[in-house]
C-alpha cells in the first residue's frame, strides 16, 4: 500500500535555486527515508532520519521530520543540473520493508 | 564497495512465457526485495525473504513466484507473463543486524515488456 504521498509531483528550477520536497505519511514510523532515482535506473539512498529527530543534514540536503503532522520534507540548496531526478521519501516497515510515496520530478536547468 | 546485480537491464517476453529475474548482492545481507515500478503507482512491494529458502508476500504478489535458494540470490518468477507485469523491476537487500534503521540497496532495475 501507498503510504507517502509526495508534493509537488513535479518541479522544475533554475541552477543555484533552492528545491524543497514534501511528503506525507498515514502510520507510525521508525525513520524516514529519502532516495533518489535517476532516470530509468536503481534508487539511491540520500538521508535516513529516526523518529525522534527533528532534522538531518547531509551536504546540500536538509531533511526534517515533523511526526505530529506526519510530514518530512527534503531540501536541496544551491541545485544543479545533476541533481536534476525523481526523489521519493519512504517509511520503514518490518524486515526493512519500505513503503515509498509517488515520488517528485526535478529538473533542474543550466 | 556495495552491489546489488540483476540479470537484465532490458527484457522482452511474449505473453505465457515463464520469465525469470535474478538479483545477486554481494553484501553477505539477510533481506531481499522485489518491487515493481509504474508511473503514477510508485513503487510496491512483490515480494521478499529475510533468510534462505523463507519468502513473505508483499503489497502486490499475485502472478508472481520467488526462490531464494542461496543466500545472495533473488529470484522472481513470472510463471505465465501477461501485458499488464510490463514494468521495471527493481530489486534491494538489507542487513537485518541494524534493524530496520539500515538503508536499502537498490541493484539497476530491469525494464520488462510483455508483448
Known amino acids: 500500500s501507498q503510504q507517502g504521498e509526495e508534493d509537488p509531483q513535479a518541479l522544475s528550477i533554475q541552477e543555484g535555486e533552492n528545491a524543497t520536497m514534501n511528503c506525507s505519511y498515514k502510520t507510525s514510523i521508525n525513520n524516514l527515508q529519502w532516495y533518489r532515482q535517476n532516470s530509468g535506473r536503481g534508487l539511491v539512498h540520500l538521508i535516513l532520519?529516526?523518529?525522534?529527530?527533528r532534522e538531518k543534514h547531509s551536504g546540500r540536503l536538509r531533511v526534517t521530520l515533523d511526526t505530529s503532522k506526519k510530514s518530512s520534507s527534503l531540501l536541496i540548496t544551491a541545485s544543479r543540473a545533476a541533481d536534476t531526478a525523481s526523489y521519493f521519501c519512504a517509511t520503514v516497515e518490518s524486515y526493512g520493508k519500505l513503503t515509498f510515496g509517488q515520488g517528485t520530478i526535478l529538473t533542474v536547468h543550466p | 564497495d556495495v552491489k546489488v546485480t540483476q540479470s537484465s537491464r532490458y527484457l522482452v517476453k511474449r505473453t505465457g512465457e515463464k520469465v525469470f529475474l535474478e538479483c545477486v548482492q554481494d553484501m553477505d545481507h539477510e533481506n531481499m526485495f522485489w518491487y515493481r515500478q509504474d508511473p503514477g503507482l510508485g513503487l510496491r512491494l512483490i515480494y521478499f525473504?529475510?533468510?534462505?529458502?523463507?519468502?513473505e508476500k508483499g503489497d502486490i504478489p499475485e502472478g508472481y513466484s520467488v526462490s531464494r535458494e542461496k543466500k545472495e540470490r533473488f529470484s522472481l518468477i513470472l510463471e505465465s507473463a501477461s501485458t499488464n507485469q510490463t514494468s521495471m523491476y527493481l530489486c534491494?537487500?538489507?542487513?537485518?543486524?541494524?534493524?530496520?534503521?539500515?538503508?536499502?540497496?537498490f541493484g539497476p532495475g530491469t525494464r520488462l515488456t510483455v508483448l
Open positions: 534491494a537487500s538489507i542487513s537485518s543486524a541494524g534493524g530496520n534503521t539500515d538503508t536499502q540497496y
Open positions: 532520519i529516526r523518529s525522534n529527530e
Open positions: 525473504s529475510y533468510d534462505v529458502k523463507m519468502k
